[in-house]
């Protein structure tokens, strides 16, 4: 397993060789710093916590500042761990783009967007109740009947009703990187790519 901490930055899009557009996000990969590395004997398991961003100092813990200052770094804005990591990697040192390579396939771990409070047809796809031309008033996005009948007498568990959407962990598989840009910590990826522009993400391989 491998594995970094990513910012999206947007949306573009670029030409492939036989001259097809292709829609790409842009994903700013690093250049994370590696804030521990535990291991089987110490910690129980074996992982690799990285360390992706600038934060200012003052904004930061002494506790946080102190673990930072082992791995003769900044303090960093994200933090996240990467378990059985493949590559050996020591305290300080750091991870860029060149881990993956390009037409690899990776899952994609982020926060969606929120969406607020949303009615039943946004959240779960409902039809709305009847039709525009048949009478019905002001009935067109309703969720309709949630009871049911003298048993059990209650609206069981799980309805799917109008509620709070977004703004949940989201794992997507298996997005395809397009191009790796080294230089600059870019990688651009042909999928989807939960979270707002300027979200952290994580990718994993």
């Known amino acids: ?20 557009q292709v829609s790409v996000t842009v994903v700013e990969v ?6 521990q590395v535990k291991t089987y ?7 690799i916590q990285l ?21 003769n770094t900044t303090p960093k804005m994200k933090v996240a761990e990467f ?6 990697l020591n305290l300080g040192e750091t991870v860029g783009a060149d881990i993956f390579v390009e037409g ?7 926060v969606s967007k929120g969406k607020g409070f949303q009615g039943v047809v946004k959240r779960h796809g409902f039809s709305g109740v009847g039709m525009r031309s048949h009478g019905q008033h002001d009935r067109h996005r309703a969720p309709g009947s949630i009871g049911a009948s003298s048993f059990p007498s209650k609206v069981v568990k799980g309805m799917r009703m109008a509620g709070r959407m977004g703004g949940d962990n989201v794992k997507v598989r298996k997005v395809k990187i397009v191009k790796i840009i080294a230089d600059q910590n870019l990688i651009l990826l042909n999928g989807s790519v939960p979270g707002h522009n300027g979200a952290f993400i994580k990718l994993v391989k």
């Open 30 to 35: 690093g250049p994370c710093i590696v804030t």
């Open 104 to 110: 690899e396939k990776v899952d994609i771990l982020g």
């Open 51 to 71: 360390g992706f961003g600038e934060k200012k100092e003052k904004n930061t813990p002494k506790a946080e500042l102190v673990h930072f200052q082992k791995a």
């Open 1 to 20: 397993m491998k594995g970094i901490i990513g910012k999206k930055v947007g949306m573009t899009h670029i030409f492939a060789e036989d001259g097809t």
């Open 83 to 88: 378990r059985d990591f493949d590559v050996a």
């Open 41 to 47: 004997a110490t910690d129980g398991y074996n992982a």
